[in-house]
Protein backbone atom coordinates (compact mmCIF):
# COMPACT_ATOMS: atom_id res chain seq x y z
CA UNK A 1 0.00 0.00 0.00
CA UNK A 2 2.99 2.42 1.00
CA UNK A 3 4.80 1.77 -2.48
CA UNK A 4 1.55 4.60 -4.16
CA UNK A 5 3.03 7.10 -1.76
CA UNK A 6 5.24 9.62 -3.78
CA UNK A 7 8.72 10.26 -2.37
CA UNK A 8 7.74 13.88 -1.36
CA UNK A 9 4.93 12.45 0.37
CA UNK A 10 7.13 9.94 2.26
CA UNK A 11 9.51 13.08 3.13
CA UNK A 12 6.97 14.87 4.51
CA UNK A 13 5.37 12.04 6.23
CA UNK A 14 8.68 11.18 7.77
CA UNK A 15 9.85 15.04 8.79
CA UNK A 16 5.82 14.82 10.74
CA UNK A 17 6.52 11.30 12.16
CA UNK A 18 10.41 12.13 13.58
CA UNK A 19 8.18 15.15 15.42
CA UNK A 20 6.92 12.63 18.05
CA UNK A 21 9.80 9.99 18.05
CA UNK A 22 11.42 12.39 20.68
CA UNK A 23 13.59 9.17 21.78
CA UNK A 24 14.73 8.40 18.24
CA UNK A 25 13.83 4.76 18.32
CA UNK A 26 11.84 4.65 14.89
CA UNK A 27 8.44 4.15 17.07
CA UNK A 28 5.91 6.41 18.14
CA UNK A 29 3.03 5.46 21.08
CA UNK A 30 -0.84 4.67 19.62
CA UNK A 31 -2.03 7.51 21.76
CA UNK A 32 0.18 9.99 19.63
CA UNK A 33 -1.01 8.75 16.15
CA UNK A 34 -4.62 10.30 15.78
CA UNK A 35 -1.93 13.94 16.59
CA UNK A 36 0.15 12.74 13.59
CA UNK A 37 -2.38 12.34 11.30
CA UNK A 38 -4.03 15.33 11.77
CA UNK A 39 -0.61 16.98 11.51
CA UNK A 40 -1.15 15.85 8.30
CA UNK A 41 -4.55 16.34 7.14
CA UNK A 42 -6.02 13.64 7.51
CA UNK A 43 -9.23 13.72 10.50
CA UNK A 44 -9.78 10.35 11.29
CA UNK A 45 -12.74 9.50 13.90
CA UNK A 46 -12.07 7.31 17.18
CA UNK A 47 -12.99 4.50 16.12
CA UNK A 48 -11.13 4.70 13.02
CA UNK A 49 -7.95 5.01 15.44
CA UNK A 50 -9.04 2.35 17.57
CA UNK A 51 -9.14 0.03 14.48
CA UNK A 52 -5.51 1.30 13.27
CA UNK A 53 -4.25 0.52 16.24
CA UNK A 54 -5.91 -2.74 16.78
CA UNK A 55 -4.40 -3.84 13.07
CA UNK A 56 -0.75 -2.61 13.96
CA UNK A 57 -0.18 -3.00 17.50
CA UNK A 58 -1.15 -6.53 18.16
CA UNK A 59 1.57 -7.24 20.36
CA UNK A 60 -0.23 -4.76 22.63
CA UNK A 61 3.15 -3.00 23.55
CA UNK A 62 1.96 0.60 22.52
CA UNK A 63 4.01 2.05 20.23
CA UNK A 64 3.89 2.24 16.22
CA UNK A 65 6.86 2.01 13.76
CA UNK A 66 7.48 3.98 10.64
CA UNK A 67 6.77 1.16 8.07
CA UNK A 68 3.25 0.68 9.97
CA UNK A 69 2.58 4.24 10.30
CA UNK A 70 3.15 4.48 6.49
CA UNK A 71 0.71 1.57 5.27
CA UNK A 72 -2.21 3.15 7.45
CA UNK A 73 -1.37 6.91 5.94
CA UNK A 74 -1.51 5.64 2.51
CA UNK A 75 -5.07 3.34 2.70
CA UNK A 76 -6.37 6.59 4.72
CA UNK A 77 -5.69 9.13 1.83
CA UNK A 78 -6.80 6.46 -0.67
CA UNK A 79 -10.04 6.11 1.12
CA UNK A 80 -10.12 10.09 1.87
CA UNK A 81 -9.51 10.66 -2.00
CA UNK A 82 -12.49 8.19 -2.96
CA UNK A 83 -14.80 9.61 -1.11
CA UNK A 84 -13.82 13.06 -2.17
CA UNK A 85 -13.77 11.91 -5.61
CA UNK A 86 -17.32 10.10 -5.60
CA UNK A 87 -18.83 13.75 -3.95
CA UNK A 88 -17.14 15.91 -6.63
CA UNK A 89 -18.62 13.64 -9.81
CA UNK A 90 -22.11 13.77 -7.42
CA UNK A 91 -21.99 17.28 -7.63
CA UNK A 92 -21.38 17.36 -11.68
CA UNK A 93 -24.14 15.23 -12.13
CA UNK A 94 -26.36 17.57 -9.68
CA UNK A 95 -26.55 20.54 -12.01
CA UNK A 96 -29.68 22.61 -9.86
CA UNK A 97 -27.75 21.57 -6.57
CA UNK A 98 -30.94 20.42 -5.13
CA UNK A 99 -29.22 17.48 -3.63
CA UNK A 100 -30.88 14.95 -6.36
CA UNK A 101 -30.12 13.29 -9.37
CA UNK A 102 -33.09 12.23 -11.46
CA UNK A 103 -32.73 8.85 -13.66
CA UNK A 104 -32.76 10.91 -17.19
CA UNK A 105 -29.94 13.07 -16.11
CA UNK A 106 -28.15 9.75 -14.74
CA UNK A 107 -27.97 7.88 -17.90
CA UNK A 108 -27.34 10.83 -19.98
CA UNK A 109 -24.09 11.16 -18.29
CA UNK A 110 -23.03 7.85 -18.03
CA UNK A 111 -23.48 7.51 -21.57
CA UNK A 112 -21.30 10.41 -22.46
CA UNK A 113 -18.83 8.80 -20.25
CA UNK A 114 -18.87 5.36 -22.55
CA UNK A 115 -21.28 3.49 -19.61
CA UNK A 116 -24.56 2.73 -21.86
CA UNK A 117 -27.31 1.80 -19.53
CA UNK A 118 -30.09 -0.26 -19.83
CA UNK A 119 -33.95 1.04 -18.53
CA UNK A 120 -33.68 -2.00 -16.33
CA UNK A 121 -29.69 -1.11 -14.99
CA UNK A 122 -30.95 2.65 -13.99
CA UNK A 123 -34.03 1.11 -12.25
CA UNK A 124 -32.45 -1.43 -10.13
CA UNK A 125 -30.06 1.52 -8.60
CA UNK A 126 -32.65 3.94 -7.96
CA UNK A 127 -35.09 0.67 -6.85
CA UNK A 128 -33.46 1.16 -2.93
CA UNK A 129 -35.22 4.28 -2.85
CA UNK A 130 -38.44 3.78 -4.69
CA UNK A 131 -37.78 7.06 -6.02
CA UNK A 132 -36.93 8.89 -9.47
CA UNK A 133 -34.09 10.44 -7.48
CA UNK A 134 -31.05 9.72 -6.04
CA UNK A 135 -29.43 11.55 -2.85
CA UNK A 136 -25.27 11.87 -2.35
CA UNK A 137 -26.01 9.00 0.39
CA UNK A 138 -27.76 6.40 -2.39
CA UNK A 139 -24.86 7.51 -5.06
CA UNK A 140 -22.55 6.03 -2.20
CA UNK A 141 -23.65 2.82 -1.59
CA UNK A 142 -24.88 1.96 -5.38
CA UNK A 143 -21.94 3.50 -6.67
CA UNK A 144 -18.95 1.53 -5.40
CA UNK A 145 -18.22 -1.02 -7.29
CA UNK A 146 -18.57 1.21 -10.47
CA UNK A 147 -16.70 3.93 -8.80
CA UNK A 148 -13.25 2.46 -10.31
CA UNK A 149 -14.39 2.76 -13.24
CA UNK A 150 -15.82 5.90 -13.14
CA UNK A 151 -12.84 8.06 -11.11
CA UNK A 152 -10.79 6.05 -14.25
CA UNK A 153 -12.92 7.59 -16.83
CA UNK A 154 -12.94 10.87 -14.99
CA UNK A 155 -8.87 11.18 -14.90
CA UNK A 156 -8.56 10.31 -18.62
CA UNK A 157 -10.91 12.97 -19.57
CA UNK A 158 -12.50 10.37 -22.09
CA UNK A 159 -12.42 6.86 -23.69
CA UNK A 160 -12.17 5.93 -27.70
CA UNK A 161 -14.11 8.40 -29.26
CA UNK A 162 -16.60 9.44 -26.66
CA UNK A 163 -16.72 12.71 -25.54
CA UNK A 164 -16.98 13.92 -21.95
CA UNK A 165 -18.73 17.28 -21.14
CA UNK A 166 -16.48 20.00 -20.58
CA UNK A 167 -17.23 20.22 -16.41
CA UNK A 168 -16.01 16.83 -16.46
CA UNK A 169 -13.11 17.73 -18.14
CA UNK A 170 -12.21 20.43 -16.07
CA UNK A 171 -12.80 17.96 -13.18
CA UNK A 172 -10.72 15.59 -14.76
CA UNK A 173 -7.64 18.20 -14.66
CA UNK A 174 -8.17 18.51 -10.96
CA UNK A 175 -7.80 15.07 -9.81
CA UNK A 176 -4.53 15.24 -12.17
CA UNK A 177 -2.66 18.29 -10.25
CA UNK A 178 -0.28 17.50 -7.92
CA UNK A 179 -1.14 17.51 -4.51
CA UNK A 180 1.08 19.73 -1.86
CA UNK A 181 2.12 19.52 1.51
CA UNK A 182 2.08 22.23 4.19
CA UNK A 183 5.86 22.96 5.63
CA UNK A 184 4.33 24.61 8.37
CA UNK A 185 1.39 22.29 9.41
CA UNK A 186 1.22 19.67 6.97
CA UNK A 187 -1.96 20.82 6.21
CA UNK A 188 -2.80 19.40 2.67
CA UNK A 189 -2.89 21.94 -0.40
CA UNK A 190 -4.04 21.96 -3.71
CA UNK A 191 -1.36 23.01 -6.58
CA UNK A 192 -2.49 26.55 -6.62
CA UNK A 193 -3.41 27.25 -3.24
CA UNK A 194 -1.81 30.55 -2.46
CA UNK A 195 -1.59 29.97 1.38
CA UNK A 196 -2.24 27.18 3.75
CA UNK A 197 -5.80 26.40 4.13
CA UNK A 198 -5.59 26.85 8.01
CA UNK A 199 -6.14 30.20 9.18
CA UNK A 200 -3.78 29.92 11.93
CA UNK A 201 -1.06 28.50 9.88
CA UNK A 202 -0.82 31.50 8.17
CA UNK A 203 1.89 29.41 5.57
CA UNK A 204 2.60 30.95 2.03
CA UNK A 205 3.07 28.29 -0.75
CA UNK A 206 6.64 29.41 -2.28
CA UNK A 207 6.38 27.35 -5.30
CA UNK A 208 3.38 29.13 -5.74
CA UNK A 209 4.94 32.67 -5.61
CA UNK A 210 8.14 31.23 -8.28
CA UNK A 211 5.92 29.94 -10.63
CA UNK A 212 4.73 31.97 -13.58
CA UNK A 213 1.09 31.04 -15.16
CA UNK A 214 -0.75 31.75 -18.17
CA UNK A 215 -4.06 33.53 -16.90
CA UNK A 216 -6.69 32.08 -20.01
CA UNK A 217 -9.46 33.66 -18.80
CA UNK A 218 -7.96 37.03 -19.45
CA UNK A 219 -6.93 35.68 -23.30
CA UNK A 220 -8.69 38.30 -26.09
CA UNK A 221 -9.40 37.08 -29.53
CA UNK A 222 -6.81 39.48 -31.25
CA UNK A 223 -4.60 41.36 -28.67
CA UNK A 224 -4.97 43.07 -25.10
CA UNK A 225 -3.91 46.20 -24.91
CA UNK A 226 -4.21 47.54 -21.23
CA UNK A 227 -3.55 45.65 -17.82
CA UNK A 228 -4.03 47.19 -14.25
CA UNK A 229 -4.37 46.20 -10.83
CA UNK A 230 -7.33 47.70 -8.44
CA UNK A 231 -6.03 49.38 -5.61
CA UNK A 232 -6.93 47.23 -3.27
CA UNK A 233 -4.92 44.44 -4.87
CA UNK A 234 -7.79 41.74 -5.43
CA UNK A 235 -8.67 42.32 -9.18
CA UNK A 236 -6.85 42.54 -12.55
CA UNK A 237 -8.53 44.42 -15.12
CA UNK A 238 -7.90 44.05 -18.59
CA UNK A 239 -8.51 45.44 -21.85
CA UNK A 240 -8.65 43.79 -25.48
CA UNK A 241 -9.68 43.27 -28.84
CA UNK A 242 -11.86 42.64 -31.08
CA UNK A 243 -14.16 43.04 -30.35
CA UNK A 244 -13.11 45.45 -27.92
CA UNK A 245 -13.97 44.34 -24.39
CA UNK A 246 -12.97 44.39 -20.48
CA UNK A 247 -12.32 41.49 -18.05
CA UNK A 248 -11.80 41.74 -14.58
CA UNK A 249 -10.31 38.59 -12.79
CA UNK A 250 -10.21 37.82 -9.30
CA UNK A 251 -6.89 36.69 -7.78
CA UNK A 252 -8.57 35.41 -4.59
CA UNK A 253 -10.79 33.31 -5.91
CA UNK A 254 -8.47 32.81 -8.88
CA UNK A 255 -11.08 32.82 -11.41
CA UNK A 256 -13.24 35.73 -13.88
CA UNK A 257 -15.26 37.60 -12.26
CA UNK A 258 -17.35 39.55 -15.40
CA UNK A 259 -16.25 40.64 -18.82
CA UNK A 260 -18.14 43.37 -20.61
CA UNK A 261 -18.06 44.38 -24.60
CA UNK A 262 -17.88 47.89 -25.50
CA UNK A 263 -18.81 49.68 -28.23
CA UNK A 264 -15.38 51.20 -29.67
CA UNK A 265 -11.98 50.15 -28.81
CA UNK A 266 -10.46 50.91 -25.31
CA UNK A 267 -7.29 53.06 -25.57
CA UNK A 268 -6.79 53.36 -22.03
CA UNK A 269 -8.73 53.03 -18.93
CA UNK A 270 -8.67 54.05 -14.99
CA UNK A 271 -9.76 52.38 -11.84
CA UNK A 272 -11.78 55.24 -9.70
CA UNK A 273 -12.25 53.21 -6.61
CA UNK A 274 -10.68 50.94 -4.42
CA UNK A 275 -11.90 47.46 -6.75
CA UNK A 276 -13.60 47.00 -9.99
CA UNK A 277 -17.31 49.20 -9.39
CA UNK A 278 -15.82 52.60 -11.10
CA UNK A 279 -14.22 52.40 -13.98
CA UNK A 280 -13.48 55.39 -17.10
CA UNK A 281 -12.63 53.98 -20.00
CA UNK A 282 -10.97 56.74 -23.05
CA UNK A 283 -12.33 54.95 -25.93
CA UNK A 284 -11.18 55.45 -29.66
CA UNK A 285 -14.82 57.02 -30.34
CA UNK A 286 -13.84 59.97 -28.40
CA UNK A 287 -15.88 59.17 -25.87
CA UNK A 288 -15.09 58.78 -22.04
CA UNK A 289 -17.94 56.05 -20.81
CA UNK A 290 -18.08 55.65 -17.16
CA UNK A 291 -18.87 52.55 -15.33
CA UNK A 292 -20.11 51.03 -12.40
CA UNK A 293 -20.50 47.69 -10.82
CA UNK A 294 -22.86 46.35 -12.86
CA UNK A 295 -22.72 47.88 -16.22
CA UNK A 296 -22.55 51.15 -18.25
CA UNK A 297 -23.26 54.13 -16.37
CA UNK A 298 -22.83 57.32 -18.57
CA UNK A 299 -20.99 58.10 -21.67
CA UNK A 300 -19.93 61.57 -23.18
CA UNK A 301 -18.05 63.14 -25.98
CA UNK A 302 -14.81 64.86 -26.29
CA UNK A 303 -14.11 67.68 -28.99
CA UNK A 304 -11.01 65.97 -29.89
CA UNK A 305 -9.11 62.39 -30.17
CA UNK A 306 -8.18 61.14 -26.89
CA UNK A 307 -4.71 59.13 -26.17
CA UNK A 308 -4.19 59.40 -22.38
CA UNK A 309 -6.50 59.58 -18.89
CA UNK A 310 -5.55 60.13 -15.72
CA UNK A 311 -7.68 60.63 -12.07
CA UNK A 312 -7.55 63.39 -9.20
CA UNK A 313 -9.20 61.53 -6.59
CA UNK A 314 -9.12 64.43 -4.18
CA UNK A 315 -10.79 66.76 -6.76
CA UNK A 316 -12.62 64.07 -8.54
CA UNK A 317 -11.56 65.27 -11.87
CA UNK A 318 -11.02 63.04 -14.72
CA UNK A 319 -7.88 64.65 -17.23
CA UNK A 320 -7.40 63.47 -20.71
CA UNK A 321 -4.95 64.05 -22.75
CA UNK A 322 -5.99 64.68 -26.68
CA UNK A 323 -5.02 65.73 -29.80
CA UNK A 324 -5.01 69.54 -28.50
CA UNK A 325 -3.16 72.09 -26.95
CA UNK A 326 -5.06 71.74 -23.73
CA UNK A 327 -5.53 68.62 -21.66
CA UNK A 328 -9.68 68.06 -20.89
CA UNK A 329 -10.92 68.24 -17.94
CA UNK A 330 -14.20 66.50 -16.35
CA UNK A 331 -15.18 66.84 -12.68
CA UNK A 332 -17.38 63.64 -11.64
CA UNK A 333 -18.69 65.44 -8.58
CA UNK A 334 -20.81 68.35 -10.43
CA UNK A 335 -20.97 67.00 -14.00
CA UNK A 336 -19.60 68.62 -16.13
CA UNK A 337 -16.37 70.25 -18.29
CA UNK A 338 -14.02 72.13 -16.57
CA UNK A 339 -11.38 74.99 -17.94
CA UNK A 340 -8.49 73.53 -19.59
CA UNK A 341 -5.32 73.55 -18.31
CA UNK A 342 -3.05 75.54 -20.34
CA UNK A 343 0.18 74.03 -21.83
CA UNK A 344 2.71 75.14 -24.98
CA UNK A 345 2.72 71.70 -26.41
CA UNK A 346 0.89 71.40 -29.87
CA UNK A 347 -0.65 67.97 -28.35
CA UNK A 348 -0.55 65.83 -25.28
CA UNK A 349 0.08 61.81 -25.00
CA UNK A 350 0.56 61.26 -21.78
CA UNK A 351 -1.48 62.75 -18.83
CA UNK A 352 -0.54 61.04 -14.91
Same mark, same amino acid.
Given at each position: ????????????????????????????????????????????????????????????????????????????????????????????????????????????????????????????????????????????????? *?????????????????????????????????????????????????????????????????????????????????????????????????????????????????????? *????????????? *?????????? *??????????????????????????????????????????????????????????????????
Amino acid at each position: MADRLTDDQISEFKEAFSLFDKDGDGCITTKELGTVMRSLGQNPTEAELQDMINEVDADGNGTIDFPAFLNLMARKMKDTDSEEELKEAFRVFDKDQNGFISAAKLRHVMTNLGEKLTDKEVSVWFLAMNSLKMTLLLLTITFRK *STVNLVLRLMGGGTRSNLIEPSLKILAQKYRQKKLICRKCYARLDIRAVNCRKKKCGHINENYLQRVDLIHDLGFETATSRIKLSPDGEYVIASGIYPPQVKVYELRELSLKFERHLI *SEIINFQVLDDDY *SKIAFLCADR *SICLHAKYGSHYSLRIPRMGRDIAYDSWYCDVICAASSPDPYRINLEQGRFLSSLSTQSPALNVVS
